[in-house]
């Protein structure tokens, strides 16, 4: 094992892929597990203890040796691909001590690619993958997120408002190139690995943005929604990051794509 299980558990999901090792619903409503537990067959593949997943747990799987926890996101192809929602917390390289990764795996949204094999469970191939540093996804770990709520709304006075904050984050396929067909990870630039196993594919940046969110206000008489910022004191700075493959694995070349761009203060997501 490495210092970092990261290496290793990437290995496990290529060669499962490779294998023809499928996506198995629990049945026919399951649209949130299915993809989680065909990586939690991979940490079980490479035998490490960890613990648990759940509804309401983040990261979905945390190591008990390793200071290292997987968050993972299971996304229909063709379909969203821009963003996904992380319901009730950020993403973030570092959370609660542990390291965190974020696992970025899509399989067919075609039904006709589904294999049935009864009782209303149905099977799916792994059609790309990205094992990414959640520090590729957004660089502060000094953020903690908590939902509050005021009182005295309504005529009344008496319907509390909570606020439950939602965040949409862009996924690595819509900030990379390179990256679509193929399983590919992201790490930090200086991680070891090993050269005689892995290769480099791709050497990536991001920028930290000129201003940072602070707070936001929403007026109830408008319905408008206006964001509080302040500039960043690091604005400008590189964040380094290196796309990995086995050596087996495709050379194909990994870059930014440039398309994501910052959001404007006056364009918002609207609620469905």
Not at 211 to 229: I, K, M, Q
Request: hydrophobic share 35%.
């Amino acid at each position: 094992m490495n210092k970092t299980t990261c290496f290793d558990v990437f290995e496990k999901c290529v060669a499962a892929v490779q294998a023809g090792e499928l996506i198995e619903s629990a049945s026919s409503k399951d649209k949130e597990f299915h993809f989680q537990n065909w990586f939690q067959s991979r940490l079980q593949d490479l035998a490490v203890h960890f613990e648990g997943s759940g509804r309401n747990t983040y990261p979905d799987f945390s190591l008990v040796e390793f200071t290292e926890g997987y968050e993972i996101k299971g996304l229909a192809w063709p379909g969203r691909e821009r963003d996904y929602d992380s319901n009730s917390q950020v993403p973030t390289g570092y959370h609660n001590g542990r390291q965190i990764f974020y696992v970025f795996g899509r399989y067919p949204a075609d039904q006709n690619t589904h294999i049935d094999i009864g009782n209303g469970k149905r099977q799916y191939p792994v059609v790309d993958l990205v094992i990414c540093h959640g520090d590729f996804l957004n660089a502060d770990h000094h953020y903690v997120h908590k939902n509050k709520s005021i009182k005295g709304f309504g005529t009344y006075g008496d319907i509390m408002i909570r606020d439950r904050k939602m965040y949409v984050a862009p996924t690595p396929f819509a900030l990379t190139e390179g990256t679509t067909g193929l399983m590919t990870l992201i790490l930090p630039e200086g991680m070891e690995y090993d050269a005689d196993k892995f290769q480099i594919v791709g050497n990536l940046r991001r920028v930290e943005a000129d201003t940072l969110v602070v707070g936001y206000n929403f007026d109830l008489r408008t319905n408008s929604l206006t964001a509080d910022r302040i500039p960043n004191p690091k604005a400008g700075t590189e964040h380094k990051f290196v796309a990995y493959r086995l050596l087996s694995q495709s050379s194909k070349a990994v870059s930014m794509t440039g398309a994501v761009q910052p959001i404007d203060d006056n364009v918002g997501i609207e609620d469905e």
